[in-house]
């Protein structure tokens, strides 16, 4: 029998800390490396590059699954929309640990559309009883006609390879659309900015004001293997600034010492991150806004 090469796009999807970057970074078992300095949006944007001697898939980020709101939401949603009609797969990650809450309904509704098979990875098994994890199987099973349901522990690495596995099984026949060695086409600002983006996010939880932009402005080497990273944060009111602050900036703190860790870890050199907090009224309404942070090309 040939041999044939596999390979296809899958979109990672689920709210924010059911732990798709921990995924990711298992997936690759390896820091992600920079490759290229190419301009481009965050809107779909390449998350790794898994190859083998088999397969090679391109997960990809789909930022727009998420609650539409205002102009933004509109862009944002339509690239959603696009970027599930290129792909082979969606992998759609949980919290096992935790209870389903509209942020998964609604990722759940938005898959409804599509005609790609949808994987349910119920993931952080290591907080979860075998009870558990059968009773979330059916739960979900109910609500959607999943290709497969893949228990996982993404901070463990239990089952990981599982998801490698089930994927290539549905991959068509394809090329080696990248070098073997590449592993991400994110450019390290573009980087930076996800990070700090995503520990707001986690840092504010349910607070997180909508209308929140993350802009590197300045991102420069200070000597050897020592980086200066200047962040604005911006929002659209003074209210929203004091809480991405917090009470004596301990929110801001916090935030800039977990984005500082993962950056360190992510570019392999000491980092430091200066964050400001701005307010820019109504920035989502003006095109001319948008275009300026990236979300029109
Ligand atoms: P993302 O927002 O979906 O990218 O989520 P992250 O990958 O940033 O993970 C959010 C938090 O969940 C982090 O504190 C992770 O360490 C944690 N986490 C991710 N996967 C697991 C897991 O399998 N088990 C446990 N216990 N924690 C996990
Ligand atoms: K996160
Ligand atoms: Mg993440």
Same mark, same amino acid.
């Given at each position: 029998?040939?041999?044939?090469?596999?390979?296809?796009?899958?979109? $990672?999807?689920?709210?924010?800390?059911?732990g798709?970057?921990?995924?990711?970074?298992?997936?690759?078992? *390896?820091?992600?490396?920079?490759?290229?300095?190419?301009?481009?949006?965050?809107?779909?944007?390449?998350?790794?590059?898994?190859?083998?001697?088999?397969?090679?898939?391109?997960?990809?980020?789909?930022?727009?699954?998420?609650?539409?709101?205002?102009?933004?939401?509109?862009?944002?949603?339509?690239?959603?929309? *696009?970027?599930?009609?290129?792909?082979?797969? $969606?992998?759609?990650?949980i919290s096992g640990n935790e209870k389903?809450?509209?942020?998964?309904?609604?990722?759940?509704?938005?898959?409804?559309?599509?005609? $790609?098979?949808?994987?349910? $990875?119920i993931n952080k098994t290591d907080l979860m009883s075998r009870e558990e994890i059968l009773h979330k199987i059916?739960e979900?099973?109910?609500?959607?006609?999943?290709? *497969?349901?893949?228990p996982i522990s993404a901070l463990t690495?239990d089952n990981?390879?599982?998801?490698?596995?089930?994927?290539?099984? &549905?991959?068509?026949?394809?090329?080696?659309?990248?070098?073997?060695?590449? &592993?991400?086409?994110?450019?390290?600002?573009?980087?930076? %900015?996800?990070?700090?983006?995503?520990?707001?996010?986690?840092?504010?939880?349910?607070?997180?004001?909508?209308?929140? %932009?993350?802009?590197?402005?300045?991102?420069?080497?200070?000597?050897?293997?020592?980086?200066?990273?200047?962040?604005?944060?911006?929002?659209?009111?003074?209210?929203?600034?004091?809480?991405?602050?917090?009470?004596?900036?301990?929110?801001?703190?916090?935030?800039?010492?977990?984005?500082?860790?993962?950056?360190?870890?992510?570019?392999?050199?000491?980092?430091?991150?200066? &964050?400001?907090?701005?307010?820019?009224?109504?920035?989502?309404?003006?095109?001319?806004?948008?275009?300026?942070?990236?979300?029109?090309?």
């Amino acid at each position: 029998m040939e041999d044939t090469f596999k390979s296809g796009f899958v979109a $990672v999807v689920g709210r924010p800390n059911v732990g798709k970057s921990t995924l990711i970074n298992h997936i690759i078992k *390896q820091k992600v490396s920079i490759v290229s300095d190419k301009a481009q949006t965050t809107r779909n944007r390449i998350l790794c590059i898994h190859t083998d001697e088999e397969c090679q898939i391109v997960f990809l980020d789909t930022p727009g699954i998420h609650k539409p709101h205002h102009k933004l939401g509109e862009f944002m949603d339509e690239a959603a929309y *696009q970027s599930l009609q290129d792909i082979d797969a $969606v992998l759609f990650l949980i919290s096992g640990n935790e209870k389903k809450g509209p942020g998964d309904l609604f990722v759940l509704d938005k898959l409804k559309g599509t005609k $790609v098979p949808v994987f349910l $990875v119920i993931n952080k098994t290591d907080l979860m009883s075998r009870e558990e994890i059968l009773h979330k199987i059916t739960e979900y099973n109910a609500l959607f006609d999943f290709a *497969q349901i893949i228990p996982i522990s993404a901070l463990t690495g239990d089952n990981v390879d599982a998801v490698v596995d089930e994927l290539k099984k &549905i991959l068509p026949e394809g090329p080696k659309y990248f070098p073997d060695d590449m &592993i991400t086409d994110q450019p390290e600002r573009l980087l930076a %900015a996800e990070i700090v983006r995503e520990k707001l996010f986690q840092c504010l939880r349910d607070e997180v004001p909508h209308s929140i %932009a993350v802009y590197v402005e300045e991102m420069k080497n200070r000597g050897h293997n020592k980086v200066y990273i200047r962040v604005t944060v911006y929002v659209e009111r003074d209210s929203q600034k004091r809480i991405v602050i917090g009470k004596n900036g301990t929110i801001l703190k916090e935030v800039g010492r977990l984005a500082r860790q993962e950056i360190e870890h992510v570019l392999g050199s000491s980092v430091f991150l200066d &964050i400001w907090v701005k307010v820019k009224k109504d920035w989502r309404n003006k095109p001319s806004a948008l275009s300026e942070f990236g979300y029109k090309n």
